[in-house]
């Protein structure tokens, strides 16, 4: 009896229950999904339609093999009287591989009398099931990937990750490995990965079936390519993504904005965007600026365009009590509902909940919102806060939203949150997109999502964690990624040590995807209304020529070294968007043959021509920084060819950073250097 059915572009296999399909999805790549009680569905969480694959089946008694392009699944099926259980046992393993028949992926064997299961559920009353898949793990691949993680890690082998967002925590499931191939995670519930060196496994907590895409490439720039294709590019980087992005918490009045503004100007010095932050609105979640302290909010974005800046407001997801929009959205069902206990979700502003973007009709009204009450006034830039969204306390099985239980599809919101601004402004015509967002989740790229690494604090340890971060998030499919200058929490305006880290990462910031400086500086500001009541407090300022002359020269140099980068990184820029290749990325992309590039993780490839070295120690005058192997290198500003494939001690007083480029880069890529 034949146990598979064969189709045009997959293999299905039935028993026990379970449905199983290992479907064609894109040109060298594989869908599987499986599902217990019921037919396997076609959810889009995060993948695209596919291109037309015919691939190559063959079945010949209990084994099937799909071919596509550089990948093969062998599905092998067993049936007979179980052991222990003495009645009939079926089951199918599937295991994938590449072009030269090297195994890429297996799934776990049962381990004889273990009777391990590879794919194994158990049911959830209500319908949905708590799953594990497990692979048989080889202990020596490396792994990049998952998103934003604060660690220091570049080869994810041996760590666990809870998939779940948090502040500054980003989880995006799509993990590349040096064994060539890809794996997106295709399931937004709750869960964990854990890449073991004897076992690898991706848990659900509750869901409907297992769903993954895997992608075999000879190199990263092809699997990271093949994502992108699979979930989407991110649109072209807009002109002003390419320059310097001026923030403080917060600017709490329209003056105050405007003057911060003029004084760039006036001193000559570039800047592309300023942001009005937090609490420029009356109450949490009425979506409009407050009048009191932004009286004429069109006058002020015309004066910020004619000096060629661009005004970022803050929306955030959440919706006080005393909002004047919190009786209808309650009302409307476009708030998220709190299973049990009182119905708030949020603290900090005053009691609140969140605002429900897996709707549909809640995404509508929301940009409805925001189009009459900044869009009609000139913002064309906006920056989601509080994306993850930030639970007050993170009981994620206590939460429901319009598509279904937190469990089961909880790290959709940030990516529905970016689609509802991306839907509302193409349709009014904007077709370069950037949105700064505090979280993401797979295809988030294409809603033009531009992630920072959130409330992060003001050390050298936050520092050195932003380069794996951003490395990291440009594997799992997220090209534009930024930091807040300085660390988020923390840093005294008058403290010579926060100086000395400022001006450091000041200039790795110049040397990121978009460069931002953000943060809440101490001492605090109070705030007070024309009534005298006490309103949201500020942090100490936080411009250029905040932290003296000294400090103000380094940052000043670094904003015409980000200013003479322009035309490098808008072919950068334009790689990511046609070629879904990351922006930020680590030595391994561009050199994967040198199993070194896998390892070092306080270094990483701006593009494929400049290798940004930041340092990352207080006081240092000079920093070892590895060339990889298969070029020479030089050190732009400096005199002197380097060899490939050692490590080299670069000069590095405070007011330059190394970086190196091969001796055949682009003159766009060093172009820069007269600026030093």
Not at 167 to 181: C, E, M, T
Not at 287 to 316: H, K, T
Not at 504 to 513: D, M, T
Request: hydrophobic fraction near 40%.
């Amino acid at each position: 009896m034949n146990c598979f059915e064969q189709h045009l572009d997959a293999i299905v296999w039935r028993g026990d229950g379970e449905t199983l399909i290992v479907q064609a999805w894109g040109p060298n790549s594989l869908r599987v999904r499986s599902a217990r009680g019921h037919d396997v569905e076609d959810t889009d969480f995060a993948l695209l339609d596919p291109l037309t694959s015919t691939p190559t089946i063959a079945v010949e008694d209990a084994t099937a093999t799909i071919t596509n392009g550089r990948i093969t699944a062998i599905l092998r099926a067993s049936a007979g009287i179980g052991d222990q259980v003495n009645y009939w046992v079926v089951g199918c393993q599937i295991e994938f591989l590449d072009a030269q028949g090297r195994t890429l992926l297996k799934e776990l064997d049962r381990g004889g009398s273990l009777n391990l299961t590879a794919r194994a559920c158990r049911p959830i009353l209500g319908g949905d099931h708590h799953v594990t898949v497990s692979f048989e793990s080889d202990p020596d691949e490396r792994l990049s990937g998952m998103g934003e993680y604060q660690q220091g890690q570049l080869n994810l082998k041996g760590a666990t990750f809870e998939l779940a967002h948090r502040n500054s925590q980003a989880s995006i499931p799509f993990v590349l490995s040096s064994l060539g191939y890809g794996f997106l995670w295709h399931n937004p519930a709750i869960g964990r990965a854990t890449f073991a060196t004897n076992r690898t496994e991706w848990m659900a907590e509750s869901t409907r079936q297992i769903d993954y895409w895997i992608t075999a490439g000879d190199t990263p720039a092809q699997i990271t390519a093949a994502y992108a294709d699979a979930t989407g590019h991110a649109p072209m980087m807009p002109e002003y993504g390419l320059g310097y992005w001026q923030c403080k918490l917060r600017y709490w009045n329209q003056e105050q904005l405007l003057d911060v503004a003029r004084e760039h100007h006036r001193r000559g010095l570039p800047m592309d965007v300023i942001v009005a932050d937090f609490f420029h609105w009356p109450h949490m979640g009425d979506f409009r600026f407050d009048e009191e302290f932004w009286p004429d909010p069109a006058a002020m974005v015309a004066e910020l365009n004619q000096m060629g800046i661009q005004l970022m407001v803050s929306v955030w997801p959440q919706v006080g009590l005393d909002s004047e929009n919190y009786t209808e959205f309650k009302q409307s069902n476009m708030l998220v509902r709190s299973e049990r206990g009182l119905d708030i979700q949020m603290g900090a502003g005053g009691p609140s909940a969140f605002f429900d973007v897996t709707s549909p009709a809640a995404r509508r009204r929301l940009w409805q919102l925001c189009r009459v009450n900044y869009w009609d006034l000139g913002v064309r830039l906006f920056w989601l806060d509080e994306a993850e969204p930030e639970y007050g306390v993170y009981d994620f099985d206590n939460y429901r939203y319009h598509a279904g239980t937190n469990l089961a599809v909880g790290n959709l919101y940030p990516q529905h949150f970016a689609r509802a601004f991306y839907d509302g402004m193409t349709a009014e015509g904007q077709t370069e997109v950037v949105n700064l967002t505090r979280c993401a989740w797979a295809g988030s790229q294409r809603c033009g999502a531009l992630v920072w690494s959130g409330d992060i604090h003001s050390t050298w340890e936050d520092l050195r964690h932003q380069i794996t971060v951003g490395i990291h998030m440009g594997v799992a499919g997220i090209p534009w990624f930024t930091t807040d200058i300085g660390g988020f929490n923390g840093g005294r305006v008058d403290d010579p040590d926060f100086h000395d880290l400022l001006m450091r990462w000041f200039q790795f910031g110049a040397f990121c995807p978009v460069m931002r400086l953000h943060g809440n500086r101490q001492p605090a500001q109070e705030v007070l209304g024309a009534d005298g009541v006490p309103r949201m407090p500020t942090g100490a300022d936080n411009e250029l020529w905040s932290f003296g002359e000294a400090v103000y020269d380094v940052l000043a140099r670094y904003l015409r070294v980000r200013e003479a980068l322009r035309p490098y990184l808008r072919q950068v820029m334009a790689e990511a968007h046609r070629d879904g290749q990351p922006v930020m990325r680590g030595l391994f992309h561009q050199f994967p043959d040198d199993p070194m590039c896998w390892q070092v993780a306080d270094e990483y490839m701006l593009g494929p021509d400049l290798l940004v070295a930041p340092v990352v120690e207080p006081r240092a005058a000079s920093r070892r920084v590895y060339l990889p192997r298969g070029a020479d290198w030089v050190q732009v500003g400096l005199d002197g060819v380097h060899h490939g494939g050692q490590w080299v001690e670069a000069p590095a007083p405070p007011d330059l950073i190394p970086v190196f480029a091969p001796t055949t880069a682009s003159e766009q890529a060093v172009s820069w250097a007269t600026v030093v």
